[in-house]
Every structure is written in structure tokens, then in C-alpha cells.
């Protein structure tokens, strides 16, 4: 059975038939849109990992060697005088975070025209 097949197909006579086309002229069109969406989220975060320890002021005795908790006294009692003391330990010192949302929209159209 196998065998029968292939020789039924030898002995069948086959025709081409030429192809023409049926227009003379013909508008292909084609619209596109498409919508983008973005959206980040950027967390930023500082660190520092010693210490930091700032002493400004006027009227004021400062020590020759400033230290945290040190005795600070007026010069001159009674009149102005300004003191600042800072310190900063080991830890985050800042952090940011920023969330922004992109949109794109794009619309395209194309048109091809054709002739014969």
C-alpha cells in the first residue's frame, strides 16, 4: 500500500496557471498608537562613618582643644555673644527619594499608494 501511492502521484498531469493581478492601482493605510509608561523610583541615602564635632561662637573661651561636653564659658559677662556646638556620630546623615512617572503617547500613520 505504501508503494501504491507515490506511483499514483507520477502519473497525474499538472498545470500552472499564470497569475494576474486585477487592479491598477491600490491605497494601503496603517495607524499605529502607542503609550509608554515610565516610572522610577531613585532612594539615595548617605552615610558617614566617623565623627564630627564643630564649636563656633564669639565672647566666648574655647578650649585649645574643643571636645564634646567640654566647659565653655562668656568672656565678657554681660555682653552678647553667640555659641554654637555641633556633633555628628556615625549613621545616615541624609536621605532622599524621588518618584517621577514618564508618559509617551505616539501616534503614527502611514499611507502607501501604489500603481500598475
Partial sequence: MKYLIPLLLLGLPSHAASVVPNFTRGTVSSETTTRTEIIEIINQVEYATGTS???????????????????YTIVEQGAPFQFTETFMGPGITSETSIERTTIVDSFTTSISVFTQ
Wanted: proline fraction near 11%.
Fill in 53 to 71: 564635632y564643630t564649636v563656633t561662637g564669639s565672647n566666648i573661651n574655647i578650649p585649645d582643644n574643643p571636645t564634646h561636653g567640654a566647659l
